[in-house]
Every structure is written in C-alpha cells, then in structure tokens.
C-alpha cells in the first residue's frame, strides 16, 4: 500500500469535515483514477464534487497539480510522479479561480 | 405556541429565520454551506424536522443536504441522477439538438405522508424520487418520453423543472412545471403524464399555442382544491379548475403580467399573490416600487400591498421559488428578493417588514408552521 497526500480547495474540505491535507492508501502504482477512487471510497460525500457520477470525467471546473506540473489532462490512470507515490508532494485538487 | 421556521436558499448559503407564533421578532441563523448557491431548502410536512437542501456550485456540481433535526445539523446524502435508459435530446438555444445533462436540483418536494419519500425537479428538465431519505434517486422518465421532451428548450435560466406540486388527499396526482417546456400532469404518480397547456399563448413561439414551449415560471394551488391551479407564466397570470384540462388569463388590472412567483393564501383558496416586474428585458419592479398584488377573486380583480415595502429606488426581482405562506391566523406571507431581503407580513399581506435585510442573493424561501 502506498500513502498519498491530497489538498483540496475549501469547500470540498469543509464538505469532508477535515482541516487539512487528506491521506488515503492505495494499492499498486498509484494512479489519479486509483488515489479518486481511494478518496471517495473514505470520504463518499465527496463522490460527484471532483470528477462526474458514472463517467468519471473530472468535472470542467477542476483541476490536478502536482510538482509544478498541471496533470489534469493526463490519462486517468498515468502513474503520478515519483515525488507524489512516495509522499513527498501532494496532489492538489485546484477549482479553477474566479473573481468579481 | 406555534413556531414559524423560514428556509432561505441564497446565492451564498443557506439561512433560517425563526419567530414564535406572535412573528414580531425574528432570529437569523446561518449560513449553512456558505459559499455555495443553495437552490431550494423545504422540510417534510410529515416531519417539520427533517429537511432536504439542494447545496450547488458549478466547480463541485451538486451535493444534496439532510437535517433530521431541523437545521440544527446536516448529513451530505445521494447526488448521483442518473436518467433512465438514453436520454436523448432537447433542443438547445439556436434550435438545435443538445444532449440531456444532469446540471443541479432546482426544487425539492416531500412527501405529504412519509419523510424518506422526496421528489426532486433537476435541470436539464427530469423529475426524481427518492424513498430511501435522499441516498438514492430514481427519475420518474415518462414525464421526458410521454410528453414531447425532445421539442424543451431552455429558459435563460437554464433548462428546469422547478415546479412540483402534490395533492395530499391524492399523493397519484402530481403537475410539475418546466421552463421553457410548460405544465404537467399526472394521475397514476408518474408512470404517465400528460402536457396540460391549453388555453396558454406565448407570443414568443412561431406558434402560440403550440402544445409544448411555454415558459411557464411558477405554478400553486390550494390543498383543499386540487383541480384549481395558478400560474405565473413568462408573461401572464393564469388560473385553471379542471386540473390543467384548459387554462384562462386572470391577470386583469396588474401594472405589468410578467412576474415569477405565485402563492395561494393558506386559508382562502380564492386570495392569491404575485409580484409584477417591469418586463423579461428589465427583470425589476415597474417604477421602482416593490408591490405584491393580491386578489381575493381568483385573480382578475388585483390591489397593490405597499405597507412596509421600498416605494420607490427598488430595483431587486423575486425569483419564482422565493415566496411561500405560513399555515397561522391571519396568514403570513414571506418572500425574498435578489437584493438580499426577505420580507414577511403576518396580516396576510397588508403590511410587511424586513425579518433579514442583507443575505446573499434569495434563491428560494420555504415556511413551515410548526405546532
């Protein structure tokens, strides 16, 4: 098993009822689709708020980064970079900036 | 004594606003979700506790809130809406085909006799249920196949069905409302539906009195006459008595027949309210001054409501779910506006005040009267 971090934007942390950084484990090579997966799996409120019910599609507004690098349009199930798999970096989960 | 509770869905949260029976003094609590647009709160009239909130952003989608305990405290619960089989299409602005896609729950409707059972009104235009409390929700699909669903276009609102209302001596008989598709009937609780707009003209299709397009905005009716049915159409105040078999104008002396909400007096079949807006291109009141009409024939025959409203620099709107009554004597009325207000009068509308005054934008406002 392998431990992720995932930061998430406010609202879905406030949704979660967590404070911080969230950590979930995962088998294999972790994946976007396998960490979701692990995610929803711990927090199902969250199911539907990142990536669509039934497709799985990330939803328009929402984005992956991770060490300085945008993974949104990775395929789902590329393997995360080594500095996330192994704890050092977290996944965030940004929602697109909006002002006004 | 009794207990008035109001539900304040806003672009920001959610709020409630509690008085005692006497509603002269009024306590504002909230936001719940704050930051998120909360579309319509509505609690069971089976269990005045438990309550079902439609909590919605574009980023996250759509998440669906359960209190058990009237407010106090929440528990997220099923957002998947899955439509049945193949969806299909509906026509889109320009006319063309655009493929159905679950958006948001504009409305929710428990059921008169079980707390568990709730019916959900989603865009793009689909009613739900839910028997299981809000985890799991079927779509009731008939109302799409049954009754022209490929020819619905949106309103500039998006394509909703925001309207749901339930005979309680009949739960079988349901109308919901559709913009811009029209009205809705059923008689064997939803395994068939047929399109009940006749006697309806908007000038804005190619054909008038097209069965299918209207945009209708709101639509109420007295528990104790199923058959009669007011709407607040685009343009246009309509009333029926055959349960939608044919429809007829009331709309009479108003300053102006475009509005969106319309309420039914809760002891009065025959009093109803609306809230006149300059017109579709200028969605505020005519002349600046904030008025609800009320009839007391049915329609027709209209007076302006003035006392306590802004009579003049009023440019708010009412959105269609943002008004609502309370079951006490004399009958209170309650509706909030875009501006962040909500006003409430406890004489059936003769005088009004402000019970919040700078919430978010007013989405929907729900009464429950509580023994």
Known sequence: MTTIRIALPVHLRTLARVDDELRVEVDGTPTIASVLDALEAGYPMLRGTIRDHGTDRRRAFIRFFACGQDLSHDPPDAPLPEAVASGADALCVIGAIAGG | ?371
């Open chain 2, 1 to 371: 004594m009794a207990k008035v509770r109001v539900l304040v869905g806003t672009r920001k949260g959610a709020f409630i606003i509690t008085s005692d029976g006497a509603r002269r003094d009024w306590k504002v609590e909230g936001p719940h979700f704050g930051g998120w647009e909360v579309m319509h709160v509505k609690g069971s009239p089976a269990d005045p506790d438990r309550l079902y909130a439609s909590q919605w952003t574009g980023w996250h989608g759509q998440v669906v809130q359960r209190s058990d305990d009237g407010g106090a405290s929440w528990e997220p619960v099923g957002n998947a809406f899955g439509y049945e089989g193949v969806p299909g299409t509906h026509q889109w602005y320009d006319g063309t085909p655009h493929p159905w896609e679950f958006k948001r729950v504009w409305h929710f409707e428990p059921s008169h006799h079980d707390p568990d059972t709730v019916f959900a009104g989603v865009e793009d235009a689909a009613l739900f249920r839910s028997t299981d409390g809000g985890h799991s929700w079927t779509e009731l699909p008939a109302l799409r196949t049954d009754s022209r669903g490929n020819q619905w276009m949106p309103g500039a609102g998006g394509m909703c069905l925001h309207t749901i209302l339930i005979d309680p001596g009949n739960p079988k008989r349901m109308y919901v409302a559709i913009s811009a598709a029209g009205a809705f009937r059923t008689d064997d609780g939803g395994e068939s539906w047929r399109v009940v707009t006749r006697g309806l003209s908007s000038n804005f299709l190619p054909e008038p009195e097209a069965p299918v397009g209207h945009c209708v905005h709101n639509l109420t009716m007295h528990p104790s006459r199923p058959d009669t049915v007011f709407m607040q159409k685009h343009w246009d105040v309509m009333r029926t008595d055959d349960a939608g078999e044919m429809w007829r104008e009331v709309s009479g002396n108003l300053p102006s027949d475009f509005g969106f909400p319309i309420a039914v007096h809760a002891h009065e079949p025959e009093t109803i309210y609306v809230v006149p807006i300059h017109s579709d291109s200028q969605h505020y009141p005519p002349e600046g001054k904030l008025r609800v009409y009320r009839s007391r024939t049915g329609g027709d025959e209209w007076e302006a409501l003035t006392a306590g409203l802004p009579q003049r620099d009023c440019y708010v709107n009412i959105l269609r779910d943002a008004m609502a009554v309370d079951s006490l004597d004399s009958c209170g009325i309650y509706f909030g506006t875009t501006g962040g207000q909500v006003y409430a009068s406890a004489d059936s509308g003769d005088t009004w005040r402000p019970i919040a005054e700078h919430l978010p934008g007013v989405l929907s406002v729900e009464v429950q009267t509580i023994p």
